[in-house]
T-cell receptor, first 115, second 113 residues
Framework: AQKVTQAQTEISVVEKEDVTLDCVYE???????LFWYKQPPSGELVFLIR??????QNEISGRYSWNFQKSTSSFNFTITASQVVDSAVYFC????????????FGDGTTLTVKP | ETGVTQSPTHLIKTRGQQVTLRCSSQ?????VSWYQQALGQGPQFIFQ???????GRGNFPPRFSGLQFPNYSSELNVNALELDDSALYLC????????????FGPGTRLLVL
């Protein structure tokens, strides 16, 4: 069975602070995919990144960066110099090669960025 | 390129009724997945359709059923609604060869009274 744990239920920061959202996963698949999504109050899940299990290279996209560590089964997400518009619920998700596109989601981390 | 669309946006039903939710996949996508998101939780996989056939199902009872049409749009049907069915229902589309990246629609908020 697959499992995704986002231990941080809520995080509150002041604008311009850096913030890291944690994600720990469990899977028996040797090939799998990890994702981060952003869900603003409107409800739509916005795709942020996908990472393959065989590619442990960290990635940076503007103020966003992702740290994938297979040894600790973690895929953490850092927002640098946070902005009020970053306020949303962020979900980490896992899709295995045997699951035909089925994704297992964590329960999300609610990020509030205060001005 | 047209994104994933869903209708209706909001819906109120009473217990025991039946409901149909609709989803149009993103242009070029042939796979549609449905998710249920209860308040304060992450989305839960209901089922996936690929080329008009069910291609994987989560832990949901048979009263949750679906269809996919030749144009790859899809419907989610829920019979005998229960109060716990109140949730945001999300549709996601993807292209089979790159099925792991799904793009989500805005969802349908269902309230069962």
């Amino acid at each position: 069975a697959q499992k995704v744990t986002q231990a941080q239920t809520e995080i509150s920061v002041v604008e311009k602070e850096d913030v890291t959202l944690d994600c720990v996963y469990e899977t028996r698949d040797t090939t799998y995919y990890l994702f981060w999504y952003k869900q603003p109050p409107s409800g739509e899940l916005v795709f942020l990144i996908r990472r393959n299990s065989f590619d442990e290279q960290n990635e940076i996209s503007g103020r966003y960066s992702w740290n994938f560590q297979k040894s600790t089964s973690s895929f953490n997400f850092t927002i640098t110099a946070s902005q009020v518009v970053d306020s949303a619920v962020y979900f980490c998700a896992l899709s295995g090669s045997t699951n035909a596109g089925k994704s297992t989601f964590g329960d999300g981390t609610t990020l509030t960025v205060k001005p | 390129e047209t994104g994933v669309t869903q209708s209706p946006t909001h819906l109120i039903k009473t217990r025991g009724q039946q409901v149909t939710l609709r989803c149009s996949s993103q242009s070029g996508h042939n796979t549609v997945s449905w998710y249920q998101q209860a308040l304060g939780q992450g989305p839960q996989f209901i089922f996936q359709y690929y080329r008009e056939e069910e291609n994987g199902r989560g832990n949901f009872p048979p009263r949750f059923s679906g269809l996919q049409f030749p144009n790859y749009s899809s419907e989610l049907n829920v019979n005998a609604l229960e109060l716990d069915d109140s949730a945001l229902y999300l549709c996601a589309s993807s292209f089979r060869a790159q099925q792991e990246t799904q793009y989500f629609g805005p969802g349908t908020r269902l309230l069962v009274l």
